[in-house]
């Protein structure tokens, strides 16, 4: 199994930054993509960042630009940076990875989700 722990979320004004960490855990072979989704409430959850274990990047339309993921693969922690933050950005804010553990093979996890609130 592996365990995903977020932190960093919070309220801010609109225009203000926040920055997200998902720290993984556990009986992890190798980990393969990171990443950050997003579920406001009465909305799907999307996928707003992800980076891949050579660093390659991609973000939803609705985030480029403004936000920026970074990963420590000696540490297995990604960052999720957040700048100009709008309140439709306000969400619970869920670390994702796909990784390959000892006992279950490669799956995806998903973290518990950390509440990221954006006032106007």
């Known amino acids: 199994q592996v365990q995903l722990v977020e932190s960093g979320g919070g309220l801010v004004q609109a225009g203000g930054s926040l920055r997200l960490s998902c720290a993984a855990s556990g009986n992890i072979v190798s980990i393969n993509g990171m990443g950050w989704g997003r579920q406001a409430p009465g909305k799907p959850r999307e996928l707003v960042a992800i980076?891949?274990?050579?660093?390659?990047?991609n973000y939803a339309d609705s985030v480029k630009g403004r936000f920026t993921i970074s990963r420590d693969n000696a540490k297995i922690t990604v960052y999720l940076q957040m700048n100009s933050l709008k309140p439709e950005d306000t969400a619970v804010y869920y670390c994702h990875t796909n990784a390959r553990t000892i006992f279950s093979g490669t799956k995806d996890y998903w973290g518990q989700g950390t509440q990221v609130t954006v006032s106007s």
């Open positions: 980076i891949t274990s050579g660093g390659s990047t």
